[in-house]
């Protein structure tokens, strides 16, 4: 049993107490890789932002848990070393089975999502309770969600939104005791978030809806890239071939993260400003091979999206 304590890790609890008293959100940014970690990071201390550190159970898969969990370490000191010791969440994003949120908490981790939003109300009850009973005897922080969001999720693709009802939030969160809880009111997962020629808007009246219902209980948004369009144009730009590819504009989860919303989840703004800069370099320069040529650069550029999402979006930064 590893205890995130011992590796200056921190849960969730104080962090959204803060945000959601001082109207801003904490951002919760994916990673899979070192030049992520260290763009995140780098951008976090020098926004001096809080930040969560989120790991997929694809992100596992793809670079195994135990090296993850050494650079959620490995981020605490490097940190420090950058001038500033942020407080670093590390997160299981959408676990989807008890097993697998005690394996992430036996090792580590200092917050779990238990995503049952696909089951049965009752199931999702149980099943967010057992891991919430669990995670709570090591001082683990729990997210669980109500509503299904549309768009792709580890491979599974749902269509149709189902918004989070309000009238059901009270009773999952005082039978589960979850700490925070993600909702569906608009937002999706992946690029392709809207239908060209729409009117993109997140619904925020069920926002206000489900806070009358649990006033300053720590809400929490997923699928909250915006899609910037300058990277999509510069991707296609230097071959890629994104089409439609529409997210959440930026002044709406800014209204958001003034509420009780107190964690944004971001990935795929940070996949495209990766991919943008990765094109960019290898077109511009086809006769370089060494990857430090080019994932240096998308490092620079995956920084700078992270400072803009904190400043400008979240309005988290300064407040670490
Ligand atoms: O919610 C999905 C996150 O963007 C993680 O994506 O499952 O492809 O790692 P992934
Ligand atoms: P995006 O695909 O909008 O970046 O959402 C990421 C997310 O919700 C991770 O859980
Ligand atoms: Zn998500």
């Given at each position: 049993?590893i205890?995130?304590?011992d590796?200056g890790?921190v849960n969730?609890r104080?962090?959204?107490?803060k945000?959601v008293?001082g109207?801003?959100?904490?951002?919760?940014?994916n990673?899979?890789?070192?030049?992520?970690?260290?763009a995140?990071?780098?951008?976090?201390v020098?926004c001096k932002s809080?930040v969560?550190l989120?790991?997929s159970a694809g992100?596992?898969?793809?670079a195994?848990?135990t090296?993850l969990?050494?650079?959620?370490?490995?981020a605490?000191?490097?940190?420090?070393?950058l001038g500033?010791?942020?407080?670093?969440?590390?997160?299981l994003?959408?676990g989807n089975?008890?097993e697998?949120?005690?394996?992430?908490?036996?090792?580590g981790?200092?917050?779990?999502?238990?995503d049952?939003?696909?089951?049965?109300?009752?199931?999702?009850?149980?099943?967010?309770?057992?891991v919430?009973?669990y995670?709570?005897q090591?001082?683990?922080?729990?997210?669980?969600?109500?509503?299904?969001?549309?768009?792709v999720?580890?491979?599974?693709k749902a269509?149709?939104h189902t918004y989070t009802?309000?009238?059901?939030v009270?009773d999952?969160v005082?039978?589960?005791?979850v700490?925070s809880?993600a909702?569906?009111?608009?937002?999706?997962?992946?690029a392709y978030?809207?239908?060209?020629?729409?009117?993109p808007?997140?619904r925020?009246?069920?926002?206000?809806?489900?806070?009358k219902?649990?006033?300053g209980?720590p809400?929490?948004?997923?699928g909250?890239?915006?899609v910037p369009?300058?990277?999509v144009?510069?991707?296609?730009h230097?071959?890629?071939?994104?089409?439609?590819?529409i997210?959440i504009?930026?002044g709406?989860?800014?209204e958001a993260a003034k509420s009780?919303?107190?964690?944004?989840?971001?990935?795929?703004?940070?996949?495209l400003?990766?991919t943008a800069?990765?094109?960019k370099v290898?077109?511009?320069?086809?006769?370089?091979?060494?990857?430090?040529?080019?994932?240096g650069p998308a490092?620079?550029?995956?920084k700078k999206?992270?400072?803009?999402?904190?400043?400008?979006?979240l309005?988290?930064a300064?407040?670490?």
């Open positions: 049993m205890s995130y304590k590796l890790l969730t104080e962090l959204f107490a945000a008293k109207g801003y959100a904490i951002p919760a940014f990673f899979n890789n070192m030049e992520q970690m260290q995140i990071i780098q951008a976090c020098e809080p969560i989120q790991v992100a596992r898969k793809y195994n848990q090296l969990r050494y650079m959620a370490q490995g605490v000191e490097y940190a420090k070393e500033y010791a942020i407080p670093i969440v590390l997160h994003d959408h089975s008890f697998l949120c005690k394996d992430c908490i036996d090792s981790f200092s917050s779990v999502m238990i049952g939003s696909h089951l049965p109300y009752e199931e999702n009850v149980a099943l967010t309770k057992k919430v009973e995670a709570h090591h001082d683990v922080t729990v997210e669980g969600e109500l509503g299904v969001l549309a768009g999720e580890d491979d599974v269509e149709e009802r309000p009238e059901e009270v999952f005082s039978r589960t005791g700490d809880l909702i569906s009111i608009g937002t999706s997962h992946g978030k809207f239908k060209p020629g729409t009117n808007k997140i925020l009246d069920i926002l206000a809806e489900i806070e219902q649990i006033p209980f809400i929490v948004l997923h909250s890239s915006s369009q300058d990277l144009a510069q991707i296609n230097f071959g890629g071939k994104l089409k439609d590819a997210g504009d930026e709406q989860l800014r009780a919303v107190c964690k944004i989840n971001i990935d795929s703004d940070g996949r400003a990766m800069a990765v094109r290898l077109s511009e320069h086809p006769e370089e091979f060494d990857p430090r040529k080019y994932l490092r620079d550029e995956l999206l992270y400072i803009h999402k904190c400043q400008v979006v309005g988290s300064g407040q670490a």
